[in-house]
C-alpha cells in the first residue's frame, strides 16, 4: 500500500484478516516521496500491492513496474474510479490523481479494494472481509452527507478554491465549487510558480473577491501569504490535511476524520 490515505481505507477493509503495510508515513508528500530499498524488496513478498495511481506517486514507479513484472498482484485504485482530467492551467490533459477528496469515489474504491483483497489475499476470511467493506463504506456514506448538508450552507457565489496545487478538482466537481486557481499552478507539488503565475492569480482572486486560500499542511505557506497580501483584501490562509494523513490519534489522522476538519474549515473559510 503507498499512501496513508488510501492505506487507511485498505486497513478498515482488511481489519485482522491480514498485514497491511503503509509505504509513506504521515504528514508526507506523495508526489516527492521516494520508496526505500528495503521497502521495495518487501513489496515482493506481498499478496497484493495497491497504489493510488494516476501518477500521484511520481516516486514509485518503478517499484510499481518491477512488482508488476514479478507477478505481484496489482491494485492502481485511480484508474477504476471514473478519474477526471485537468482543464486548462493545470497539466493540462493528464489525468488527476486526487479522487480521495470526493467520498463518492472512496465509496467505489473500497467496493474495489474489498473485492481485490477477496480474490488476491490468502487465508483472508472472506465473510469478514464482505462485512468490513459494507461497514465501512455505510461510514463514507455517512461523511459524503455531511459534507453535502455543511458545504450547502455556503451560497454559491463563495464556493470559491484557491488551494496550493490543484489538490481540489473531484470535490469541486462533487459539491459544486469552483476552482479559481492554485498557487502552483500544477497537479503536482513538485513545479513552481513563475512571478507572472503568481500576479495572474493575485488579480483573479482579487476581481471574484475570494474569502479564503487553502493551504496543505505538509507544504510551506510563504506564498499563499504573499498573495493574500498581494491582493488586498481581507483573505485568510488556512491549512488543510489533503495529500496525507495527520498524526495517528489527531482529528485528521484518518480518512473519514480528515474528510470532516477539511470540510468544516472550509466552511469555516468561505462562510464569511
Ligand atoms: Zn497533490
Known amino acids: 500500500m503507498t499512501t496513508n490515505i488510501l492505506g487507511d481505507v485498505v486497513s478498515n477493509i482488511v481489519g485482522t484478516e491480514a498485514d497491511v503495510k503503509v509505504l509513506m508515513p504521515r504528514n508526507a508528500d506523495p508526489h516527492s516521496f521516494e520508496i526505500s530499498a528495503a521497502d521495495a524488496a518487501e513489496i515482493s513478498q506481498a499478496d497484493l500491492f495497491i497504489s493510488n495511481g494516476l501518477g500521484l506517486e511520481e516516486g514509485i514507479t518503478r517499484t510499481a513496474d518491477s512488482a508488476r513484472s514479478e507477478g505481484i498482484d496489482l491494485l492502481e485504485v485511480g484508474e ?4 477526471l ?3 486548462d492551467g493545470a497539466s493540462p490533459g493528464s489525468f488527476d490523481p486526487h479522487f480521495w477528496t470526493d467520498p ?3 465509496d ?3 467496493e474495489l479494494i474489498g473485492s481485490a483483497v477477496i480474490e488476491d489475499v490468502r487465508d483472508a476470511d472472506t465473510t469478514a472481509v464482505r462485512q468490513n467493506t459494507a461497514l465501512y463504506r455505510k461510514r463514507v456514506q455517512g461523511i459524503s452527507k455531511y459534507m453535502s448538508e455543511k458545504f450547502n450552507t455556503i451560497p454559491v457565489e463563495r464556493r470559491q478554491l484557491v488551494t496550493n496545487h490543484h489538490v481540489f478538482g473531484y ?3 462533487r459539491f459544486d465549487f469552483t476552482i479559481v486557481g492554485a498557487v502552483v ?4 507539488t513538485l513545479a513552481s510558480p513563475s512571478a507572472s503565475d503568481l500576479d495572474q492569480l493575485a488579480h483573479k482572486i482579487r476581481d ?5 486560500i487553502f493551504v496543505d499542511s505538509s507544504q510551506p505557506d510563504r506564498l499563499a501569504q504573499v498573495l493574500a497580501s498581494e491582493a488586498r483584501l481581507p483573505i485568510k490562509v488556512k491549512s488543510l490535511h489533503t495529500e496525507s494523513l495527520d498524526e495517528e490519534g489527531t482529528e485528521a489522522g484518518t480518512y473519514l476524520g480528515m474528510m470532516k476538519s477539511n470540510t468544516d474549515e472550509i466552511v469555516d473559510g ?3
Not at 477504476?80 to 478519474?83: E, L, R, S, Y
Not at 499552478?185 to 503536482?188: D, N, Y
Not at 471574484?208 to 479564503?212: D, F, G, K, N, W
Request: charge should be positive.
Open 270 to 272: 468561505l462562510r464569511s
Open 185 to 188: 499552478p500544477s497537479g503536482t
Open 85 to 87: 482530467r485537468y482543464g
Open 108 to 110: 467505489r474504491a473500497a
Open 208 to 212: 471574484a473577491r475570494v474569502a479564503a
Open 80 to 83: 477504476h474510479v471514473d478519474p
Open 171 to 173: 470535490l469541486a466537481e
Open 104 to 106: 463518492d469515489r472512496i
